[in-house]
């Protein structure tokens, strides 16, 4: 219920935001960080090219400090604001939720979250509490504890606490390699398989729609005219 209950709008920013994880080209991610990256390239270029599509798009920074048990932290992902609405983009989802010796239970519904989360910040709360719970009797069933920063107020902190919108920057260091890039490299090729198999699943159930098709070709215009500059 939650996974599907993003608005138009809301599902249409998703439709995009899969079509141009899958435009993206590993050689691509090179120009924004010089020497060793720490994994965040994807979600650079992915807001490059959101910008360049006339969306609000940008990195947000959150930071958070530590009480009780609960570690302090901070975490980087995407916001777009779309007609005074603030949605966000977590590209790799199901990460956040990912816990040491599963049951099988705690896997299907692990992999029936969404790869890519676009929506509000209200939706994407929602999740939360579900999987916490989830998470704490799949790890009862080994004898061991929910760690701190599996914990919903751990998790509440990454996207509730105050963010900071940061400026884009695009270092083009053509010194760059792959090597250097293994990181965000490797990340690219687990999202891109793992939504390339959500979306399979998704097609077995429901038929495209003209609209679907249109929408389709008009990204495919806007990706080549993308990739030219």
Known sequence: MYKQG????????????HSLLFS?????????????????????????????LGYDAAICVSKWQGF?????????YIDVM???????????FRSHFEIARAVDSYGTLLNSLPVVYVGTLSRLKQFLPVMVDAAKWS????????????SLPYLE???HSKYERIDLHTEQDFNSSASDH???????????????????????????TKTD?????????????LLSL
């Open 24 to 52: 993206i080209h590993e050689s691509e991610l090179l120009a924004f960080k010089r020497g060793q990256c720490s994994g965040g390239c994807i979600r650079h270029l992915l807001v490059k090219l959101l910008r360049l």
């Open 82 to 92: 779309i007609n005074n609405s603030r949605l966000i983009i977590e590209i790799d």
């Open 6 to 17: 993003g608005d138009e709008k809301q599902n249409e920013l998703l439709s995009m935001v």
């Open 157 to 159: 902190a990454k996207w």
């Open 213 to 225: 098709m249109k929408r389709r070709a008009k990204f495919e215009r806007w990706r080549r005219s």
């Open 139 to 150: 790890l009862q069933q080994n004898a061991m504890p929910l760690p701190p920063w599996r």
């Open 182 to 208: 293994a990181l965000c490299i490797g990340h690219l090729k687990r999202l891109n398989s793992s939504l390339q198999s959500e979306l399979d699943t998704e097609r077995l159930h429901v038929m495209p």
């Open 68 to 76: 009780d048990k609960i570690p302090g932290g901070d975490h980087e």
